[in-house]
């Protein structure tokens, strides 16, 4: 004798919006993780450089698969609003009335999505400041040392350096003219 549970299961039809909220939730998930890591990992000069990978990985690894998933929540979440657009409307009308209601919310909405756009196209807060953080995590943590010339077995890696921006040992004299941050002085002008 068969179990109920089992001929349930087998003339069971396939749910297709079962399959796009899995794939929403799936695709969001991923590229919240991929995000994380793209946002953590060093800049793809440096990855390149020390071959950085995580979980089997480069960086470019990285980039593709949350611009892969990128693609696919965009494509299932206009499935998912297409199947559930009776209900979202449904959401939003006042059952009285039929007419929109949340008005406020969706205009805050609104709003919050043009303020962080245009912070992150004029280069302000709080774009700006995610930004230089990404910037100083960075450069914190994924400098490389200076390779000497002819000293690298790889390569696949440049004899050149990664120039970072260098940092006065000491003050410089009042009148000495002022030094771009990606040159350093030579100590002889300190000396003065």
Known sequence: ???PHAQHFTHRRFNFRGLITYLVTLSFLVMLTSGIVNFLAPSGRIARQVTWTLMGLDRSGWQALHLTFAVVFV???FIHL???????LHYLRDRVSHHLTLKWEAIVALL????LIGSAALALPPASTLHDF????????????PIPQGKSTDPSVSETTIPLPATPAAPLPPAHP???PDKSCSDCHRAQ
């Open 1 to 3: 004798m068969a179990k």
């Open 134 to 145: 990404n910037s100083y995590f960075r450069q914190t943590y994924w400098t490389v040392a």
């Open 82 to 88: 297409a199947y559930n657009w009776k209900g979202l």
């Open 178 to 180: 002022p030094v771009p």
């Open 112 to 115: 919050v999505a043009f303020w």
């Open 75 to 77: 494509a299932v979440g």
